[in-house]
């Protein structure tokens, strides 16, 4: 069993709605968690840090729930050019560092 | 962006043989990972490095070994290539928290496409 889980969707969405990803890790221990973006054939960027208080950056607002151990993310007024997969990521331990399998996230027009 | 680079970008090799691929950065940084990435897996960690000569395994270790000589450049080599490490593999660089030991966020190479036949 991965130690981070995604549903790997594809999330087909319409322009302008809002969509949320969620994702589960396995270890309690697990001490920081990112989202990333990948666009496809290119390498995985930094999205956003998220924090126990929650953060927001723009349209794109991070939850981290650990009594339940899932981290969500959350896009309001979706682009077209948001359509990309994105990757929830744990540090499980100080140098180790968890990708999940990823979602597909496609905006029609 | 962050100075990482991956080397060779696309190879091609038959099983059996080896082959070492390179990532060299600029940024000085202490931590660097070596992942895989495939269709229905997603990046999955294979082994990673904290320091000059000191390394760990990953999820996927097995059929790898990583040296890491110097702090610029972290090699990953497959002693004997089967058709099962045929994927695109990506390099990470992280210079680690402030105040902290732990690693902090993670900047990729382009990645290495590697072909097994």
């Known amino acids: 069993r991965k130690e981070v889980e995604q549903d790997p969707g594809p999330f087909n969405v319409p322009e302008g709605a809002t969509v949320a990803f969620n994702c589960t890790y396995s270890?309690?221990?697990?001490?920081?968690f990112f989202w990333y973006r990948q666009d496809c054939r290119k390498e995985p960027k930094l999205l956003m840090s998220?924090?126990?208080s929650g953060n927001e950056d723009g349209r794109f607002t991070a939850q981290l729930n650990r009594a339940s151990q899932y981290i969500s993310l959350l896009i309001r007024d979706s682009k077209l050019s948001d359509s990309a997969t994105y990757l929830c990521?744990?540090?499980?331990?100080?140098?180790?560092?968890?990708f999940g399998k990823g979602t597909r996230l496609h905006i029609l027009p | 962006d962050a100075g990482i680079t991956q080397s060779p970008r696309h190879k091609v090799t038959e099983t059996g043989t080896p082959v070492t691929l390179r990532c060299h950065q600029t940024?000085?940084?202490?931590?660097m990972y070596w992942y895989r990435q495939d269709p229905g897996h997603g990046l999955r960690l294979i082994h990673y490095?904290?320091?000059?000569?000191?390394?760990d395994k990953g999820e996927v270790s097995d059929g790898y070994s990583v040296s890491r000589s110097k702090t610029e450049d972290f090699l990953l080599t497959l002693e004997s290539a089967t058709s099962s490490q045929t994927s695109v593999y990506f390099c990470?660089?992280?210079?680690?928290?402030?105040?902290?030991?732990?690693?902090?966020?993670?900047?990729f190479g382009a990645g290495s496409r590697l072909t097994v036949l």
């Open positions: 990470a660089i992280s210079d680690g928290l402030a105040g902290s030991s732990g690693a902090n966020v993670l900047t």
């Open positions: 270890n309690s221990a697990s001490q920081s």
């Open positions: 998220v924090y126990s």
């Open positions: 990521v744990a540090r499980v331990r100080d140098d180790k560092i968890i």
């Open positions: 940024e000085n940084h202490r931590y």
């Open positions: 490095s904290y320091g000059v000569k000191d390394t």
